[in-house]
Structures are given as structure tokens and as C-alpha cells.
């Protein structure tokens, strides 16, 4: 064998070598991930989602349908939308409004929302994930009173009551403490303010995920949109598979291909199917954050005299 030849296939040699460890890393996190492990490890994992070349895609959640909007993703986009009409049902529309969106990925939703609204608007978008924060700032930087930051929904780096709307789409479930996180929420919005709030679970925790968001201060009643999902995730599929193929390194699709169809919801997928089983539902809500119960105070010296009077 010539010299050349042994260089080349030493090189390439390497190459697999290095594609195999990298790949045999990203299993073991995504095993760990399924395996409900909390923070550290699923938070590495979006960091590698948003590392790799998403190009323009500016969303990443399952879809509403029927949209009212046309282009790529008009169903995550949607999503952002129907928010929103449960907030103007609720008539909680300010003149101003000082809006936080917890968990924004790449952006798409919160500049979707912020370019559609009706009155002025202060946007902050909080992500864990460094990569996505920097791909906010890259392609939605030039939206005026726009900012991102990156911070962890369970600690959010704000002062008490400084929103007037909190948006969270399809993250919570993410966060280890789903209740602690509506406890942020509720601590940063102000009295009357209004936690725009969608995400799956477990049929049979609905009950206590309605429970959670009551026992955080908020007045709630969760809407049932799995209908509307599903009909997405079908209408999507092919725009998902064709993401996958074209942006996903081959080598982890080859190892990955049934881990990401079911993240996907890809339909004839696993998370689908639940979808449609019912084993797994989608709610959305617009709650309102009722005005914390106020601490019982002492009786005054008068009244005390009148309570020792009637004793
Ligand atoms: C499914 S994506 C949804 C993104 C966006 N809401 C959308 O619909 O396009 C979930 C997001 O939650 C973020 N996330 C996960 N854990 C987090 C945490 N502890 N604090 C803040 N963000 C977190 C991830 O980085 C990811 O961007």
C-alpha cells in the first residue's frame, strides 16, 4: 500500500472515530433526558439542539392548526396567536404592556406576538441555552424595545411585578419543578397580570398540574387543544422530516432517526400516537395572578379590649 493510501484511511479512520464518540455522547445524553434526569443534562442537550445550523427557522414547538397565517411556520406560530386571543378574551390588552416570554428558543414567537401588537410593548425573551439566545439576538435584534437574555425560568432575574404578560410555550415540562417555575411567574407579574401558558402532560396529571397553577396564585381553567395539535403535527410532518434530513448530521439521524421522529411528533410516531390516544394532552390556558392572600393582622389595642370585653 502506498504511503498516500495509509494517510488517507489513518484520516479517515480518525474521522469515524470522532464522528462515533460524538454521536455515542449525544445518545447518552438524550438517554439520560428520557430518563427524566433534571437540569444539567437537558440543558446540555439544547445546547447541542441550537448549536447545529438551524438556518431560518426561528420556532420549535408542535403546532396549532388550523393557521391563520401562511409560510413554514405558520403552525408554531399560531400557537403564539391563539395566546393571544385568550388574552384579549380575558380583557387583560393594556395601553402598555411590559411582556416576558420564559423559554423563547430562537425568538419567532415572542417577534410573531411583538410585531401583531396592538399598543406598545417592552419585550424580554429568557432562554436557558446560549445558543439560542444568540440566535434571537442575530435574527430578531432589530425589532425596537426587543431584548433577550439567558437565564433559567426557575430563577428569573427580575424584580417582583415587573410584567404585565408572561408567555411560556412548550418548555415547562423541561424544567424539573413545573410548579416552582409558576411560582416565577407569579412573582414577577404584577396583580391582574396575565400568564400565557401551553404545554403537554400526562392525561393524568392534568389534575394536578391545574392544581399547581391554582396553589401558585393564579385564577386558571385549562383548554384541552390536542385536536388542534394533532392536526398540526399531521399537516406538518413533511416540513419536519425534511428539517431533519437536511439538518441534522447524518450520523445522528442514522442513531437518532426514531428519537427525533418522537420529538418531532412526527405522525406515525410514538409522541403521536399518545397524541391520539389521549394518553397525552395538550392545554393551554390565559391565568390570571389573583392578588396574593394577605397575612392576617393583629388587632389593634381598642379591638383587643373589645374582644377581652366580650370573652
Ligand atoms: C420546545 S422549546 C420551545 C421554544 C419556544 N417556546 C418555541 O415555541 O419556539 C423549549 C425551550 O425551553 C428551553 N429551556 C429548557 N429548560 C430551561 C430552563 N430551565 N430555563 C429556561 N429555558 C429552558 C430550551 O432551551 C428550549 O429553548
Known sequence: MSDVLIVMVAIAVAVIAVAVVQAARIVRLVLKARRKTRGIERDQLWERIYG????DVTTNNYGFAPAEVDGPEQYQLQMYSELFKRLRARGRLRVHTDLLEVSCGRGGGLAHLVRGWPGSVRAVGLDHAENAVRACRAAH???ANISFVCDSALSLPFADRSFDVVVNV??????GDYAAFFREAHRVLRPGGAFLYCDTRRAR???????????????????????????????????????????????YRILLRRALENYAAIEGSRKFAKFRSRHRVYLMTCAIKTPAPQPALPPRADQRRVVELLA
Open 141 to 143: 435584534g432589530d425589532i
Open 52 to 55: 447545529l445550523d438551524w438556518g
Open 170 to 175: 412548550e418548555a415547562s415540562n423541561d424544567y
Open 205 to 251: 396529571d392534568v389534575p394536578g398540574t391545574t392544581q399547581a397553577l391554582r396553589d401558585a396564585g393564579f385564577d386558571a381553567t385549562f383548554n384541552d387543544i390536542t385536536d388542534h395539535v394533532i392536526a398540526a403535527c399531521r399537516q406538518d410532518s413533511v416540513r419536519r422530516r425534511q428539517l431533519i434530513r437536511t439538518r441534522v448530521p447524518w450520523l
